[in-house]
């Protein structure tokens, strides 16, 4: 069974930084493409970044060079470095995996805040 578990959210102000890890487990990571996405209050999802099954990274532009999405592979674990963070980037985070048969996994997310 795969699973997605979202940690590391918290409150911080705007500058600053915050790591998100993503365990998983029930799969590999070298088979499914993964991806981070978001939901401000209020809002729709945003999709944030990606890594396929290749090991491509993607970002969305809002995001772009401040945010660094990587995988453990022997901990199976995601990462999401933020830095500089804004305001605008407050929401919750979920982590997600789309397997070879189009099946798509989530976590609960977890929620990040940023304000002064």
């Known amino acids: 069974e795969v699973q997605l578990v979202e940690s590391g959210g918290g409150l911080v102000q705007p500058g600053g930084s915050l790591r998100l890890s993503c365990a998983a487990s029930g799969f590999t990571f070298g088979s499914y493409d993964v991806s981070w996405v978001r939901q401000a209050p209020g809002k729709g999802p945003e999709w944030v970044s990606a890594?396929?099954?290749?090991?491509?990274?993607y970002y969305a532009d809002s995001v772009k060079g401040r945010f660094t999405f990587s995988r453990d592979r022997a901990k199976n674990t995601l990462y999401l470095q933020m830095n500089n963070l804004k305001p605008e980037d407050t929401a919750v985070y979920l982590c997600t995996a789309h397997d070879p048969g189009g099946k798509d996994y989530w976590g609960k997310g977890t929620l990040v805040t940023v304000s002064s």
């Open positions: 890594i396929n099954s290749g090991g491509s990274t």
